[in-house]
C-alpha cells in the first residue's frame, strides 16, 4: 500500500517540484547579472596596517562580532542592537540642530528628524537613508555621516524613520521613503515651501533603498533629484555577487548577518528571503539593479574593494552605464563597510564624506 501511494503521488511531486523551479528561476532569482561583471579600478589605495584601521577592526570585533556570538533569544538580540546603533548616535555631538518632523503622504506619516547647519539654506534638501540591514539603524543612529553631510553642505537634511523587519514587510520601508522623498521635494524644516535642490543617498540597506527610490521617481516621473549617493550600496537581495564569499574574511562588519546563510543552498535561500521580505527578492524595488537603469539622476556610489557588496555596486555601475544613465563609481581599498561612519579613527572617513558633498555641490545639490 506504501508504494502504491508513493506512486500515485509521485506525479504530483514531479509537478510540485518543476513548479518550484519555475518561480525559482523566473521570479525569485532576477536576470542573470554575471554579464555585468567587470573589472574596475581601486581609486583610493590607503595604508592596509594604519592605526586607524586597527581600531576600527577592534571595535567591529566588539560590537558586531562578540554580540552575534552571545546567546539570547533572536528577539532579544535584535533589541540589543538596535539600542547599540541609537546609543552611537547619540553620543555624538555636532554643530546642528535636530528637529523631529513628520513626512506626510497620502495616507502614510513617516517619522524623521531634519539636521540643520548654521546658516542652513533650507531650500535645499537632502534626503539620508540610514542602513542597518533593514532591521536595525534611525535617523538618530547614522547622526554622525548625517551631520557631517549636513556641515559640509549647508543643507537641511531628513533621515526617515522607516519601518523594519521583520515587524513589517520590507514593501513598507519602500514606501515610507518613496514617501519621504516626495514629501521632502515639497516640504522643509519650517513646513510647507518647494525645494530649490534635492539630492538622495543611504548607506548600504539605505544605499539599497536610495536606488530604488530613484527608479520610483523617475516611473512616476517625479521631481528627479539634483543628485544621488549610494555608501557601500546593497543592490541585489537575491545575494548572486562573487564577493559576498570571496570577501567574507575580509568584511568583519556583514561577517556575522551573512554567515547564518553561508550554507544554504542558493535556491532555498530566495525561499527564505522571498517569505521574510514578503516580496521577492528579485523585485526591482527590493533590488534596484534588476530596474531600467536609463534616465536617471546623476550618481556617486562608494564602496571597499574588501567589503562583500563589492560586486552589488560594481555591477549595477556596469548596467547604469551600458543603460547610458550617469554613474561615478569610486573604490577604496582596505575600508571596512560604510567607512564613512569611522570619522573619529579614519580619515579616509572625511576624504568620503568630502568627496559625497564635492560630488553634489558640482550638481548644484548643496547650499555652499
Not at 590607503?46 to 577592526?57: A, C, I, Q, R, T
Not at 497620502?106 to 537632502?126: A, F, H, N, Q, Y
Not at 533629484?225 to 575580509?250: C, G
Not at 568584511?251 to 544554504?264: A, N
Request: hydrophobic share 40%.
Amino acid at each position: 500500500m506504501f508504494y502504491a501511494a508513493l506512486a500515485v503521488g509521485a506525479p504530483a511531486v514531479a509537478v510540485a517540484g518543476v513548479a518550484a523551479a519555475a518561480v525559482t528561476k523566473f521570479h525569485l532569482s532576477g536576470e542573470d547579472l554575471s554579464k555585468y561583471d567587470a573589472d574596475f579600478p581601486v581609486d583610493v589605495s590607503p595604508d592596509p596596517n594604519s592605526e586607524g584601521l586597527k581600531k576600527v577592526h577592534d571595535y567591529l570585533v566588539e560590537n558586531f562580532i562578540k554580540p552575534a556570538a552571545a546567546t539570547g533569544s533572536a528577539k532579544d538580540k535584535l533589541a540589543a542592537k538596535r539600542k547599540r546603533f541609537d546609543e552611537v548616535g547619540l553620543a555624538r555631538e555636532f554643530d546642528v540642530v535636530y528637529r523631529d518632523d513628520i513626512a506626510r503622504a497620502g495616507k502614510l506619516k513617516v517619522t524623521g528628524e531634519w539636521t540643520l547647519p548654521p546658516d542652513c539654506d533650507t531650500s535645499r534638501r537632502i534626503l539620508y537613508i540610514h542602513g542597518g540591514a533593514h532591521t536595525v539603524g534611525s535617523a538618530v543612529s547614522h547622526r554622525g555621516i548625517i551631520s557631517n553631510l549636513a556641515e559640509r553642505t549647508g543643507c537641511a537634511v531628513f533621515a526617515p524613520n522607516y519601518r523594519l523587519l521583520p515587524e513589517n514587510p520590507r514593501m513598507a520601508g519602500i514606501e515610507d521613503c518613496r514617501a519621504a522623498y516626495e514629501w521632502i521635494c515639497k516640504n522643509g524644516p519650517d513646513g510647507r515651501a518647494k525645494a530649490a535642490s534635492v539630492a538622495v543617498g543611504g548607506d548600504s540597506a539605505g544605499g539599497n533603498l536610495a536606488l530604488s527610490v530613484i527608479n520610483w521617481v523617475r516611473d512616476e516621473k517625479k521631481r528627479a533629484p539634483d543628485a544621488a549617493f549610494a555608501i557601500s550600496p546593497a543592490t541585489d537581495s537575491t545575494l548572486t555577487s562573487p564577493s559576498i564569499r570571496e570577501n567574507y574574511k575580509t568584511d568583519t562588519m556583514l561577517q556575522p548577518l551573512v554567515e547564518p546563510v553561508m550554507k544554504i543552498p542558493h535556491a532555498v535561500l530566495l525561499w527564505a528571503l522571498w517569505r521574510g521580505n514578503r516580496m521577492s527578492p528579485a523585485n526591482p524595488a527590493a533590488s534596484p539593479i534588476f530596474a531600467d537603469l536609463s534616465n536617471l539622476p546623476p550618481t556617486l556610489v562608494h564602496v571597499s574593494a574588501s567589503e562583500m557588496l563589492l560586486d552589488d555596486a560594481r555591477r549595477y555601475a556596469a548596467k547604469r552605464a551600458a543603460n547610458g544613465s550617469p554613474i561615478d563609481l569610486q573604490i577604496w581599498d582596505h575600508m571596512p563597510h560604510v567607512w564613512h561612519a569611522f570619522d573619529r579613527m579614519l580619515p579616509e572617513a572625511h576624504q568620503g564624506l568630502d568627496g559625497i558633498a564635492a560630488y553634489l555641490k558640482d550638481h548644484g545639490a548643496t547650499a555652499r
